[in-house]
């Protein structure tokens, strides 16, 4: 026997309940926007139309900020810390029970595959909200200064990469602080945000702590713009935050931007090899590469280049890409048309720069979205593949010869927000996580998160962190 062919594994798609139409959640409830207008959201692995989903216009952000503002006044303000943190227990515990309907739900409409919703998203969304409400009453032992009180209303603006992970990273420390909060999900991935709204009114959160407005960048403008916000709170890409860093200043409102990155994932030459292999093939294809901190730039020294890629390139043969709601599936769709043809056409700069393509032979699904794990050798740093975040299943592979060397080249990016380090030796990683200007840098392994690790970056890659008790001080301000 030569080859081994997994047969079909699908997950079944039964317990996602996704409504024809989906309304805004405001003060507590579905309410139909005052805008009238809609957009679909669709299932990137094959186009069809999961639901409509409404667009809210300056008047319903208006609505759901003043619901917020009211709700912070009139209740949350005067709840006690403790019991917010029962809220959170609450609201973590209802994920943990309702993981496997997220997990399709969240899968359906990005196009991840469906193990990685299920291992990753979802229960590190639960782990957030867990670890975000033992917080709740311990906020004034946690170093944040005298006594540190909430902001009142937090604006909170996501990516489609992590809807679900990238909500509970934002409305778990703004909750447990004593925030409320208006968020707004993704326009190619609102329906994991709307299932957490049924979430919120499960847990009998009060009406109007959070809300959820769905829409496109005009919407997240409004929210931007808005005077009775207190507080902004962005992830998504450098040139919007930028936008929005513009918009702020100037204004009293306090600003986390989280960003995007260009990582380098080092391998030196006593790294083992086949353990490397692995990590490198989950920092970049991991998500379809759809990964702010992916160790898109491989920098390997030059003496174990030809061995390492010839492993890699076996490696990547085996990665098997289709149907996200298969579970043998490692690389699935790409989220969207227009994050498909920013991948190819950036990709495309590296064909006419020089650089040498490889893709292992895989036959792509005819509807839906897709491109194949792809490697680019002998790239340069002046190559726009080695400069510009491509956010898909596309490495870029450089090589060095003196650790030094290495150090330059990670470090000669606009970006700083993860880098990986493959070594044998203890003291090299050291010496190499004190040089590199990264906000994470991991060791021997990759994209590991971890609710009580702080997250962010350095440079254009963002302003403040996420996680751990450095992201709560984000979201309080110094005391009475
Ligand atoms: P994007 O900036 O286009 O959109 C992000 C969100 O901002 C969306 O909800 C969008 O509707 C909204 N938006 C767009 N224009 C806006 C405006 N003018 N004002 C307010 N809101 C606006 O980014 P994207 O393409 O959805 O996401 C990919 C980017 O996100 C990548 O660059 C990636 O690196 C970054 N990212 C960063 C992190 C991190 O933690 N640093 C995590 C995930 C993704």
Redesign the pocket.
Known sequence: MTSFEYAPAPESAAIAKIAPHYDLFINGKFVPAKSETTFSTINPANESVLSQISLANQEDVDRAVASARSAYQKVWSKTSPAERGKYLFRIARILQERAREFAVVETLDNGKPIRESRDVDVPLAAAHFFYHAGWADKLDFAGLGNSPQPHGVVGQ??????PLL?LAWKIAPALATGNTVVL????TTPLTALLFAEVCQQAGLPDGVVNIVTG??ST??Y??NHPDVNKIA???????GK??ARAVAGTKKSVTL????KAANIVFDDAPIDETVEGIINGIFFNQGHV?CAGSRLLLQESIQDEFLEKLKRRMSLIRVGDPMDKNTDLGAINSAAQLSRITSLAHTGDEEGAQRWSPDCTLPENGFWYPPTIFMGVTQAHRIARE?I?GPVLSVLSFRTPQEAIEKANNTPYG?SAGVWTDKGSRILWASQKLRAGVIWANTFNKFDPASP?G?YKE??WGR?GGRHGLSAYVKEGK
Do not use: Q, R
């Open positions: 603006i996501i990516p489609w990469n992590f990238m707004k999900p993704a326009e496109d960048g997240g403008s929210l931007v962005f992830t998504g890409s450098t040139e919007v936008a929005i989280e960003l995007g990155g702010c975040e956010f927000l997250f970056g890659s963002g996420e």
